[in-house]
């Protein structure tokens, strides 16, 4: 890392749940996060639950990782409290133990825990914070809106999370979205010919998610192309997903299960198309993934998604239909097809990248809270989009 001593932070980043034991999206970032924080000469220690006995472990990166268990049910389940949120009570002692400059906090009760122990706090709100997504139950509800505007910094993952998120927020928020390691996803810069292959990856278990309308999609994709097939990549029952849908479109469907993370990125590359027809989606980072390895995408037009895709590099659904998603995928499966298309997708990911842009304005928001000098790799990085 360049600059002095001064430069060096010690940063804490607080989840319930960690990565590879958790394959969801804040796990992931998490993860990424605390590897570009060590490789740029910061203390990292992550701070996470466990249904095991407390452990603190090391990384080969120098991350220290502190595990603490997660409260066993009790009152305050009938209160709508979940491990989510009786996790925040488990923070405090670790955090006094490590005692670190500024608290990345990924959930509401982790923020607040992080603001009683008297330590600089951003709270990043993971989900997309429109009125159906907010916590359902009143005292959820309260510690949600106390992280928000007690927090030093409020982050969100993207433009409409911070819009959505404006009724509640008593000052602006950053827009602090994940990143994405380039190194780590194989590039494939040929046209995507042949048969269709299109990708959906993402939790079958999670019906935000949406497997089914890439299912029904897939019947309309099929009076076009009739070789087309759709893969889905992900943890959960695709029964639900399959259900309604007629023999034939059944049978142009791969259940692929989750698969590994070493092989997440070869299915990439392997795709024609990667869609996600999510709903209250707050960034979308498959559909970063994807365009890391050239493949072009689609998705609907809610969250934050259609800030990631532009014309070159896939399409947005004008609208949450089946028709109009198989219209956006026949139309992407054209566009990958053109010389050219696969570059433009590696640039576009590029914007995301930890190493170039999202790392370092990670790096400066932790310094400016912390009161310390802007890093000096951070200084010459470019803008988060």
């Known amino acids: 890392m360049s600059g002095g001593e001064e430069d060096r932070l010690h940063v804490a980043v607080v989840h319930p749940y960690p990565w590879p034991e958790v394959r969801r999206g804040a796990a992931r970032y998490v993860e990424d996060l605390s590897w ?3 490789g740029r000469g910061h203390r990292v220690t992550v701070v996470t639950g466990t249904h095991e006995a407390a452990a603190e472990t090391e990384r080969p990166d120098g991350v220290r990782i502190v595990r603490r268990p997660h409260l066993r049910a009790g009152p305050g389940w009938r209160l709508g409290l979940g491990e989510m949120e009786t996790f925040g009570g488990r923070v405090p002692g670790a955090l006094r133990s490590a005692r670190p400059d500024v608290v990345h906090a990924m959930t509401p009760t982790g923020a607040l825990a992080s603001l009683l122990c008297g330590l600089p706090t951003v709270y990043t709100v993971l989900g997309h914070p429109v009125a159906a997504q907010l916590p359902p139950r009143r005292v959820p509800r309260l510690l949600f809106e106390a992280a928000v505007r007690r927090a030093g910094v409020t982050a969100t993952l993207s433009e409409a999370s911070a819009g959505a998120l404006v009724p509640l ?4 928020t950053v ?3 994940p990143g994405i390691r380039l190194g780590a996803f194989p590039f494939d810069p040929s046209p995507r010919t042949g048969p269709p292959r299109i990708l959906f990856s993402g939790s079958l278990e999670d019906p935000r998610k949406r497997a089914g309308l890439a299912v029904a999609a897939l019947g309309e994709v099929l ?4 070789d087309a097939r759709l893969m889905l990549s992900g943890a959960g ?6 259900e309604g849908a007629s023999g034939r479109v059944a049978s142009a469907v791969d259940v692929a299960g989750p698969g590994s993370p070493a092989q997440l990125p070869r299915r990439y590359a392997a795709a024609s198309v990667t869609v996600l027809p999510a709903e209250h989606e707050a960034f979308g980072l498959v559909l970063v993934e994807s365009l890391a390895c050239g493949t072009p995408v689609v998705c609907t037009p809610d969250g934050g998604m259609p800030e990631i895709v532009d014309g070159a590099v896939g399409r947005v659904a004008t609208g949450a239909g089946a028709s109009e998603l198989a219209e956006a995928i026949v139309a992407a499966v054209a566009l990958a097809r053109r010389p050219g298309t696969a570059a433009a997708c590696l640039a576009r990911a590029a914007r995301w990248s930890w190493e170039d842009v999202v790392g370092p304005a990670h790096e400066t928001l932790y310094a400016r809270l912390a009161g310390r000098p802007t890093p000096t790799a951070a200084r010459a990085g470019a803008a988060v989009p």
């Open 237 to 242: 029952d695709a029964g639900p997903a399959l």
């Open 175 to 177: 827009v602090l979205p």
């Open 169 to 172: 927020a008593p000052r602006a």
């Open 223 to 226: 009076e076009r192309h009739p």
């Open 36 to 38: 570009y924080l060590a």
